[in-house]
């Protein structure tokens, strides 16, 4: 007897500490996956705000070339016609003005659609990280143990929803979507 009371103690300790080490597994696995959505979450505002500014400064670009080419132009005919520009009823002259350079626009075109696309694949990122997780902790066992240790921890919601735009969610909620209009 003493022999079956110790063997029934061993393997109560084993079985014990196996499902101790299953929760503190279950429980390590939850906390890294949302440690990971925590950080795409914020890798996807890093991502918007350097795109944001990136098109900010480069919208400040033309601004800035037109604001100097009025300035060109403007001194190069007040130089040549004065204050008051030519009084003549008929003049034969080349003129050469300033142009505005086109590829300041293409440059400013490609690094929206360079922005855009990078910030289309952070939210496809978090967004397969929240599924993974959510998969992880919905299933089971996992589902049954994640409940006992309080995961998912709240907000989650809200931390693996994505970014779109108002025409979009419209579009959604109607199951429609119409022509692109362009301004």
């Known amino acids: 007897m003493h022999k079956g009371l110790i063997v029934f103690l061993a393997m109560l300790i084993v079985g014990g500490g196996s499902c101790v080490m299953s929760i503190m597994g279950v429980n390590n696995t939850c906390v890294e996956h949302e440690n990971n959505i925590d950080a795409q979450l914020s890798a996807n505002k890093i991502s918007l705000a350097g795109y944001t500014n990136k098109i900010m ?7 800035i070339a037109k604001d100097h080419i009025k300035e060109v132009a403007v001194a190069s005919i007040e130089g040549r016609y004065g204050k008051e520009g030519s009084k003549a009823i008929f003049q034969m002259i080349k003129e050469q003005n300033p142009t505005v350079d086109a590829s300041l626009y293409r440059r400013l075109m ?3 659609e360079a922005g855009r696309n990078g910030f289309d694949a952070d939210q496809k990122t ?11 902790y919905q299933t089971a066992p996992t589902s049954l143990i994640v409940g006992f240790l309080h995961f998912p921890k709240s907000g989650l919601d809200d931390r693996c929803k994505e970014v779109t735009t108002q025409q979009t969610e419209e579009d959604f909620q109607k199951h429609t979507s119409g022509p692109l209009k362009l301004h």
Do not use: H
């Open 110 to 112: 490609e690094a929206m």
């Open 57 to 63: 400064d480069m919208v400040q670009v033309p601004e």
């Open 126 to 136: 978090l967004q397969d990280k929240c599924r993974v997780y959510r998969n992880y």
